[in-house]
């Protein structure tokens, strides 16, 4: 049987989902009017004010709000608050350009926790379960978004924060922990770690919730297969609050987004363009109950399709796909389109584990792209010739998918760095 968090909201009929976004929009776009100077000038300049938006149909009039307003904006351009009613900042971990910071009244921190509790009690959590809370702590949103959730669902709460790998294992065996909450990237570090140390027999770890980076499905079955655990996404941005804006169920087909706190639509990113359900596109985000951060048509930049096909688990929310790579991380190389999700996939499907490294440069005005890829303990060999046939066959694999040469590169067990948070995957130096 599914479990709820708030059955009441999460398996509402669509004609009620839909009736609440249309209630709490209207009142959000008013709140916006009156309180954000920044977008209130937006919408003057597109024509646009409150009385013309009376439901979801109208929301295509809205200015769409980027990551570039919002640095224009910092920090308290688009606050929707007076500063002394909010009680929390985050920021996101950008290294280029200003960052964004994101604020928070206690009323949106507990509803963002409502969120987070949700995707714990999909992933099968309890009050029964010990959280092992491995996102970093600090202004990124996964430490403090899954912890406040875990305290919600009442789960004893293990604030491990990310790195320390010698302390985290310590824990996840002495205090039995059940669910592990950080980056997939992190979890396969971590598995690899329990693997080599023989401890798979001491973990008691029984799902895990991993998001905060694109990750494939061939990942996800490598981490499920080395933890004997199910591995669940959660997807999330500092702009929107953070983890929960939509999350995995049992199903494991996409992830639920909470549509009584967003409205989500596709776009196209050229165009702007709304696209009709099933389409691929830009994913952007209304913001319908916060109040100190109230973005309306947030264009994400993360590809994605949104369905709402019946979903076993009763849940009615609508369902993104994980998202394709974002439209900024999508390299163009010699003329074609190449996201890095592609290129773990066939790494993966080879059998080698999902720690790589792509390297694009530009070399007498043609650009270049190279993948270094590690090998397990059992591939790796002394025989050059060996290595040499293992470099070709992937070469040959890259090129059935990406439809360009790449040069490959195998290196030692353990010679690309692990990541604790976020993997850095792409040095592009065409860039640099
Ligand atoms: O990554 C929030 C988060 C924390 C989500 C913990 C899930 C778990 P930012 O640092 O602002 O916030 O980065 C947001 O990360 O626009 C996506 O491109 C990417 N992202 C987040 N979740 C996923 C996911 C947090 N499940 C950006 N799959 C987003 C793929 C993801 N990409």
Same mark, same amino acid.
């Given at each position: 049987?599914?479990?709820?968090?708030?059955?009441?909201?999460?398996?509402?009929?669509?004609?009620?989902?839909?009736?609440?976004?249309?209630?709490?929009?209207?009142?959000?776009v008013r709140?916006?009017w009156?309180?954000?100077?920044?977008?209130r000038?937006?919408m003057e300049?597109k024509g646009v004010t409150p009385d013309d938006i009376?439901?979801?149909?109208?929301?295509?009039k809205l200015?769409?709000?980027?990551?570039?307003?919002?640095?224009?904006?910092?920090?308290?351009? =688009?606050?929707?608050?007076?500063?002394?009613?909010?009680?929390?900042?985050?920021? !996101?971990?950008?290294?280029?350009?200003?960052?964004?910071?994101?604020?928070? !009244?206690?009323?949106?921190?507990? %509803?963002?926790?409502?969120?987070?509790?949700?995707?714990?009690?999909?992933?099968?959590?309890?009050?029964?379960?010990?959280?092992?809370?491995?996102?970093?702590?600090?202004?990124?949103?996964?430490?403090?978004? &899954?912890?406040?959730?875990?305290?919600?669902?009442?789960?004893?709460?293990?604030?491990?924060?990310?790195?320390? !790998?010698?302390?985290?294992? +310590?824990?996840?065996?002495?205090?039995?922990?059940?669910?592990?909450?950080?980056?997939?990237?992190?979890?396969?570090?971590?598995?690899? /770690?329990?693997?080599?140390?023989?401890?798979?027999?001491?973990?008691?770890?029984?799902?895990?919730?991993?998001?905060?980076?694109?990750?494939?499905?061939?990942?996800?079955?490598?981490?499920?297969?080395?933890?004997?655990?199910?591995?669940?996404?959660?997807?999330?941005?500092?702009?929107?609050?953070?983890?929960?804006?939509?999350?995995?169920?049992?199903?494991?087909?996409?992830?639920?987004?909470?549509?009584?706190?967003?409205?989500?639509?596709?776009?196209?990113?050229?165009?702007?363009?709304?696209?009709?359900?099933?389409?691929?596109?830009? &994913?952007?985000?209304?913001?319908?109950?916060?109040?100190?951060?109230?973005? =309306?048509?947030?264009?994400?930049?993360?590809?994605?399709?949104?369905?709402?096909?019946?979903? /076993?688990?009763?849940? !009615?929310?609508?369902?993104?796909?994980?998202?394709?790579?974002?439209?900024?991380?999508?390299?163009?190389?010699?003329?074609?389109?190449?996201?890095?999700?592609?290129?773990?996939?066939?790494?993966?499907?080879?059998?080698?584990?999902?720690?790589? +490294?792509?390297?694009?440069?530009?070399?007498?005005?043609?650009?270049?792209?190279?993948?270094?890829?590690?090998?397990?303990?059992?591939?790796?060999?002394?025989?050059?010739?060996?290595?040499?046939?293992?470099?070709?066959?992937?070469?040959?694999? &890259?090129?059935?998918? %990406?439809?360009?040469?790449?040069?490959?590169? =195998?290196?030692?067990?353990?010679?690309?760095?692990?990541?604790?948070?976020?993997?850095?995957?792409?040095?592009?130096?065409?860039?640099?």
């Amino acid at each position: 049987m599914p479990n709820y968090y708030q059955p009441e909201i999460e398996t509402m009929p669509y004609e009620d989902i839909r009736a609440l976004q249309n209630e709490r929009l209207l009142k959000q776009v008013r709140h916006v009017w009156d309180n954000v100077p920044y977008y209130r000038k937006k919408m003057e300049e597109k024509g646009v004010t409150p009385d013309d938006i009376q439901s979801i149909d109208d929301l295509y009039k809205l200015p769409f709000l980027s990551k570039d307003d919002l640095r224009e904006a910092y920090p308290y351009g =688009l606050l929707g608050m007076p500063l002394s009613e909010c009680v929390r900042i985050h920021s !996101t971990s950008g290294t280029t350009g200003k960052r964004v910071v994101a604020f928070y !009244t206690q009323h949106d921190v507990d %509803l963002w926790e409502d969120c987070c509790a949700r995707a714990i009690v999909a992933a099968g959590g309890t009050k029964e379960d010990v959280c092992h809370v491995a996102y970093g702590y600090g202004l990124f949103t996964g430490g403090a978004g &899954l912890h406040g959730g875990s305290h919600k669902v009442g789960c004893l709460t293990l604030p491990m924060s990310s790195g320390n !790998t010698d302390r985290q294992l +310590q824990f996840m065996t002495d205090l039995g922990s059940t669910i592990l909450c950080c980056t997939p990237s992190y979890a396969a570090y971590l598995a690899e /770690s329990i693997y080599e140390r023989g401890l798979r027999d001491q973990i008691k770890l029984k799902a895990g919730i991993f998001g905060a980076e694109a990750w494939s499905e061939d990942m996800r079955r490598d981490i499920e297969d080395k933890l004997g655990i199910k591995a669940y996404d959660i997807y999330g941005l500092t702009e929107t609050s953070g983890p929960g804006v939509a999350f995995e169920c049992s199903e494991q087909t996409g992830m639920h987004i909470n549509e009584d706190h967003f409205i989500a639509e596709i776009i196209n990113p050229e165009t702007g363009e709304v696209l009709p359900e099933g389409s691929k596109g830009e &994913l952007v985000f209304t913001a319908i109950t916060k109040e100190a951060f109230p973005l =309306l048509r947030y264009r994400t930049r993360d590809i994605c399709v949104l369905t709402r096909k019946k979903c /076993s688990c009763g849940r !009615t929310h609508v369902k993104m796909s994980k998202p394709m790579g974002r439209s900024d991380d999508m390299l163009i190389i010699r003329g074609v389109n190449v996201f890095p999700s592609q290129i773990e996939t066939v790494l993966l499907q080879k059998g080698y584990p999902a720690n790589y +490294q792509i390297v694009v440069d530009r070399v007498n005005n043609s650009d270049t792209l190279e993948v270094m890829v590690e090998m397990t303990p059992e591939m790796f060999s002394d025989s050059l010739g060996q290595i040499a046939r293992m470099e070709k066959e992937l070469v040959a694999a &890259l090129k059935a998918m %990406l439809g360009i040469m790449a040069k490959v590169k =195998l290196v030692a067990p353990k010679t690309i760095a692990r990541s604790e948070g976020k993997a850095v995957r792409v040095i592009d130096k065409r860039k640099i």
